[in-house]
């Protein structure tokens, strides 16, 4: 039986599923944005929704053996079964609006979209592509920040993703980073806040530490709507906000005006 109907959570209204599908999982009736994978935000941004994928080799290890309530190595294995992806994060190559560039696409789905060796390497990868390829690049963050399972090696990521952007910078093309719900921890403090331009979709979560923890350091009561994208617009830390819809139209229009392109 297919599931015809379901309740948005955020308004409550029971709304007719392929409506929601249909709007780009954007609940219309209240512009409630829905997580969505790897691949369906790949299929929406890119031109005719073509693209190919590549360093789909590199796997995960558990090079610490690490072990909380399960092993690491168990958990790999049950994400790739359920989300038939190697890694939480795809990297990409097509055009937007006839303008050729690399896209890193974020996956939640996939533990919690954790940044961990490979996810570090294949956004560094794909950034030094960009870079030998003289394309523009764009990483499309959703994640819980750096994988607790890879300890120290996954904030290593953190540096070596910034210093290749570093090069990328030096040799004069754009990083767009696109910050979707939610955005925090190690990826926040490094990739995901170094673009040329930062956007994020509509009410995502960007921060570094959750609020609940800030909330007991500094023993305050944090104002509404903290750490919400457009809090974060109106005090300085985001450079836009954009609708799940408008971003397509904006990635391409920024891509123009930074290669100095004309339609
Ligand atoms: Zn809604």
């Given at each position: ?103 890193c ?18 956004i ?13 690049m764009i990483v499309i963050s ?19 993703t910034?210093?290749?952007l ?8 754009p990083y767009i980073s696109v910050l979707t719900?939610?955005t925090?921890?190690?990826t926040t403090?490094s990739y995901s806040m170094l673009g040329d331009f930062n956007i994020a ?5 960007v ?31 985001l450079d ?24």
């Open positions: 039986m297919t599931i015809l109907w379901t309740r948005c959570n955020n308004c409550q209204k029971i709304l007719y599923k392929q409506d929601i599908l249909d709007n780009q999982n954007v609940c219309p009736s209240c512009r409630f944005h829905f997580r969505i994978s790897s691949l369906e935000r790949l299929g929406l941004l890119y031109d005719e929704g073509r693209y190919e994928r590549f360093d789909e080799g590199i796997l995960p290890v558990d090079a610490l053996q690490f072990v909380d309530s399960r092993p690491y190595s168990e958990r790999l294995e049950e994400n790739q079964r359920k989300t038939h992806l190697p890694e939480a994060v795809v990297s990409s190559k097509g055009q937007i609006g006839g303008i050729e560039v690399i896209i696409a974020m996956d939640f789905s996939f533990m919690g979209g954790s940044m961990g060796s490979v996810v570090g390497e294949k560094t990868r794909a950034i030094e592509r960009a870079t030998a390829e003289k394309l523009p959703c994640s819980g920040g750096a994988r607790m399972q890879e300890g120290a090696l996954s904030l290593m990521q953190m540096a070596k910034s210093a290749a570093a090069r990328l910078d030096e040799a004069r093309l719900d939610p925090t921890g190690g403090a979709e509509h009410n995502a979560l921060g570094f530490a959750g609020p609940r923890v800030i909330e007991q350091t500094i023993r305050e009561k944090l104002p509404k709507g903290f750490q919400r994208a457009e809090f974060l617009l109106a005090h300085g830390m836009d906000v954009v609708d799940r819809k408008a971003l397509r139209g904006y990635l391409i229009r920024v891509l123009r005006l930074l290669l100095n392109r004309h339609p």
